[in-house]
T-cell receptor, first 113, second 110 residues
Framework: GEDVEQSLFLSVREGDSSVINCTYT??????LYWYKQEPGAGLQLLTY?????DMKQDQRLTVLLNKKDKHLSLRIADTQTGDSAIYFC?????????????FGRGTSLIVHP | DGGITQSPKYLFRKEGQNVTLSCEQN?????MYWYRQDPGQGLRLIYY???????QKGDIAEGYSVSREKKESFPLTVTSAQKNPTAFYLC?????????FGAGSRLTVL
């Protein structure tokens, strides 16, 4: 199976909250990341969390980490049409000074009026 | 203006030709990476480099080559040995575990 798993699609109404979920397999992960990709563009680092944290909040974004279940979630409050994009979850561990992110397949978030 | 610059943004290649994708960063990051993205797929690691003159194969290195002669540059060559090279290629760099990406290069083999 894949190291990082995400559901492929999420559809929400504008103004509602969006919750994108992710599971990962490596219990020694150091960083867990959320990236946003708009059509034809590169990946934008939205937020990240250290593995020794449970929660991180940054304006409309809230990241929750459940290490026991190896579950990561991204909540976007007051979702706007500009939030429509693909969201990638990634994990990395530190090996010999290198951090190598492993990515999920991405969740397409569709925001409709 | 700091960042990661990939060029060209679009590239067309005939079968049997090698092509080199450029990646330059002025963030003073030590580590650099190349990933490949196919439609509906996550990113797969091709090569990474932690320091100048050293690089490691990723999960799908066959048919690709890289060099790291300068800290700020990490070019990727897609060789004719790569069986299915049409894809979106993403370069990244990092310092202390935060990984940032360039805008990508889309390669199409005709």
């Amino acid at each position: 199976g894949e190291d990082v798993e995400q559901s492929l699609f999420l559809s929400v109404r504008e103004g509602d909250s969006s919750v994108i979920n992710c599971t990962y397999t490596d219990s020694s992960s150091t960083y867990l990341y959320w990236y946003k990709q708009e059509p034809g563009a590169g990946l934008q680092l939205l937020t990240y969390i250290f593995s020794n944290m449970d929660m991180k909040q940054d304006q409309r974004l809230t990241v929750l980490l459940n290490k026991k279940d190896k579950h990561l979630s991204l909540r976007i409050a007051d979702t706007q049409t500009g939030d429509s994009a693909i969201y990638f979850c990634a994990e990395s561990i530190e090996t010999g000074g290198s951090y190598i992110p492993t990515f999920g397949r991405g969740t397409s978030l569709i925001v409709h009026p | 203006d700091g960042g990661i610059t990939q060029s060209p943004k679009y590239l067309f290649r005939k079968e049997g030709q090698n092509v080199t994708l450029s990646c330059e960063q002025n963030l003073n990051h030590d580590a650099m990476y190349w990933y490949r993205q196919d439609p509906g797929q996550g990113l797969r690691l091709i090569y990474y480099s932690q320091i100048v003159n050293d690089f490691q194969k990723g999960d799908i290195a066959e048919g690709y080559s890289v060099s790291r002669e300068k800290k700020e540059s990490f070019p990727l060559t897609v060789t004719s040995a790569q069986k299915n090279p049409t894809a979106f290629y993403l370069c990244a760099s990092s310092l202390t575990g935060l990984v940032f990406f360039g805008a990508g290069s889309r390669l199409t083999v005709l």
